[in-house]
T-cell receptor
C-alpha cells in the first residue's frame, strides 16, 4: 500500500511552547489529509480534515486557533499545537487519501506521541 | 451522524482458538466498512474493507469479516489465531461524510 510518513514520532516539549508535526505522503498525491487524536485506551477521534490549498474543516470542540493545520502541497500537511499544555499530551495520527471518492482508501502515518511537561 | 460500537474491549485467547470481534454501526445510508489493526508501536494498517458486493470479505493474514446489513454489523473473524495477532483492532465506518469514524477498539491478547 501507499506510504504516509509522520514526523516526529515522539516529542517532549515545555508547557507554553508550540510543536509542529509533519505528515507526508511519499508515493502518492494526497488531496485530503485527516488528523486524529488518540487518548490512552481510547479510539481515534477525528480532529480535522484538510484539503490541499484550502482551509481545514475542524470537528466540533476542536480549537482551530490551538491546532493549526496547513496543507500547502499535495504531499505535505502540518499540524501545529500552539501554546501546548499538559492536557494536549496525546497520540496524534494523520492519514492521507488520494482521491475524493467515497471508496478511496486512506493510509495512516505511524503517529506522534506528544508529551507536554 | 455515523457511529461505531465495538463491544469487546479486551479479548484474551490461546493460540489456535477462533476469534470473532463484534462491530456494529449506526448509519442509515450506504456505508464503507473497515477493520484496521495496530500492532504495538506501529501505525494503523488496513486488514480488510467492504465497499459493495459479496458481504463476506477476506483480508490479509487470514482475517475475514461479514457485512450483515439487517444487523448493521461487520464482525471480524479468524478461525485460528496466532501469538503474532496480538494487537489492537479497530472497526471503522465511512458514510456520506467521507470521513472515517472509528470504534473504541478491541485489544486482542493471544497467549502462546
Amino acid at each position: 500500500g501507499a506510504v504516509v510518513s509522520q514526523h516526529p514520532s515522539r516529542v517532549i516539549c515545555k508547557s507554553g511552547t508550540s510543536v509542529k508535526i509533519e505528515c507526508r505522503s511519499l508515493d502518492f498525491q494526497a488531496t485530503t489529509m485527516f488528523w486524529y487524536r488518540q487518548f490512552p485506551k481510547q479510539s481515534l477521534m477525528l480532529m480535522a480534515t484538510s484539503n490541499e490549498g484550502s482551509k481545514a474543516t475542524y470537528e466540533q470542540g476542536v480549537e482551530k486557533d490551538k491546532f493549526l493545520i496547513n496543507h500547502a502541497s499535495l504531499t505535505l500537511s502540518t499540524l501545529t499545537v500552539t501554546s501546548a499544555h499538559p492536557e494536549d499530551s496525546s497520540f496524534y495520527i494523520c492519514s492521507a487519501r488520494e482521491g475524493q471518492l467515497m471508496n478511496t482508501e486512506a493510509f495512516f502515518g505511524q503517529g506522534t506521541r506528544l508529551t507536554v511537561v | 451522524a455515523q457511529s461505531v460500537s465495538q463491544h469487546n474491549h479486551h479479548v484474551i485467547l490461546s493460540e489456535a482458538a477462533s476469534l470473532e470481534l463484534g462491530c456494529n454501526y449506526s448509519y442509515g445510508g450506504t456505508v464503507n466498512l473497515f477493520w484496521y489493526v495496530q500492532y504495538p508501536g506501529q501505525h494503523l494498517q488496513l486488514l480488510l474493507k467492504y465497499f459493495s458486493g459479496d458481504p463476506l470479505v477476506k483480508g490479509i493474514k487470514g482475517f475475514e469479516a461479514e457485512f450483515i446489513k439487517s444487523k448493521f454489523s461487520f464482525n471480524l473473524r479468524k478461525p485460528s489465531v496466532q501469538w503474532s495477532d496480538t494487537a489492537e483492532y479497530f472497526c471503522a465506518v465511512k458514510g456520506s461524510a467521507r470521513q472515517l469514524t472509528f470504534g473504541s477498539g478491541t485489544q486482542l491478547t493471544v497467549l502462546p
